[in-house]
């Protein structure tokens, strides 16, 4: 299956950070913070390569831009693996702690790490941010968080739950967080987005194929591990199960949906309207994306050990 992995490719520039390295040093101290994990997840995330991948996203980000972006970026993936597993009933209750505490309610001193993450995230951004900002970023952590709740529900022990391919695209698009992906590329360009430029049609379709591309690509890239975790979310495994077609099939018609979407992506950047003053932020915004796309591709093609045999989790 790997050639068929390999067929995904971004035709943008891959631009490294200078901060990569020292990023990634940060996040391995983070990652020791979160004592309610087990040692073998904590190893895995120390294989996966966590602040490398921010950096690389976000290579145009200064060092303390990325700190915060860094620590979403392991507090993301950190609660989606330790919550995403648990009952609907604890998970739901989680989400509506971090909801709280993104609004600003400070976390229980002995509350477990991931809630004092966030907190540090939110107080980390406020001064980058503007208020609007903030409030489409809580916004966008409700949409994920409900997102997560519909994954649990397909995903149960024992017994995996597929939806149909329309309904999929539906929930995917929430389950990967991709528009708190995209806020955050806000900050990486240096430019948050004012309200007549974030609800412009345009822009919403193109901040959709932003998180569509990302959920797609992992998808292609994690199929193995999914199945090893019994769940339903995965758009290679939701096309075999609904065309009753073999994997090679499934993924390629992954692939052509990922493609036909990077298509659209390409059309809509080189006919993008007049912003009048704020042209020269969105093509920046623009240039940032092409960069997250291209950092992204990078680490699923060598930068990390999260999708192998030797980063994933066993009982």
């Given amino acids: 299956m790997k050639t ?27 990652i020791d913070k979160y004592t309610c994990l087990p040692e073998k997840v904590k190893y895995m995330y120390r294989k996966s390569n966590f602040g490398k991948l921010t950096a690389n996203v976000f290579p145009n980000a200064e060092f303390e831009e990325l700190i915060p972006m860094g620590r979403w970026m392991l507090v993301g993936f950190a609660f989606d693996d330790f919550y995403g597993s648990k009952s609907l009933d604890e998970l739901g209750r989680m ?3 971090v909801i709280d505490i993104l609004q600003g309610k400070l976390p ?6 991931f809630f004092h993450q966030f907190s540090m995230v939110k107080n980390e951004l406020l001064p980058m941010a503007t208020s609007f900002w903030m409030e489409r970023f809580i916004k966008h952590h409700k949409i994920w968080f409900e997102g997560m709740k519909i994954d649990t529900f397909y995903s149960r022990e024992n017994r995996t739950d597929y939806p149909s391919l329309k309904e999929y695209i539906r929930i995917r698009e929430k389950i990967v967080g ?53 769940e339903a979310m995965n758009l290679v495994l939701v096309i075999q199960n609904e ?14 949906i990922h493609d036909n979407d990077l298509a659209e992506f ?28 291209k950092g ?14 030797a980063g994933k989790i066993t009982s």
């Fill in 108 to 113: 229980d001193p002995d509350a477990e790490e």
């Fill in 95 to 97: 989400c509506e702690k």
């Fill in 243 to 256: 065309k009753n077609c073999s994997q090679k099939e499934a993924y390629d018609a992954a692939v052509k």
């Fill in 178 to 230: 991709g528009e708190i992906i995209c806020d955050l590329m806000e900050i990486a360009a240096g430019f948050i987005m004012p309200e007549e430029v974030f609800n412009h049609p345009m822009i919403k379709r193109l901040r959709q194929l932003i998180t569509l591309m990302m959920a797609w690509f992992n998808d292609i890239h994690s199929v193995a591990w999914e199945l090893q975790r019994k």
């Fill in 296 to 309: 992204q591709e990078s680490w699923y093609f060598g930068g990390t050990e999260r999708y192998t045999s």
């Fill in 4 to 30: 068929q992995i390999f067929l995904l490719e971004y035709p943008f520039v891959l631009k490294a950070s200078p901060f990569a390295e020292r990023l990634e040093q940060f996040i391995q101290i983070e």
């Fill in 266 to 293: 390409i059309h809509i950047t080189k006919s993008l309207p007049d912003f009048g003053k704020y042209n020269k932020g969105v093509k920046k915004y623009v240039h940032n994306v092409e960069l997250f796309l």
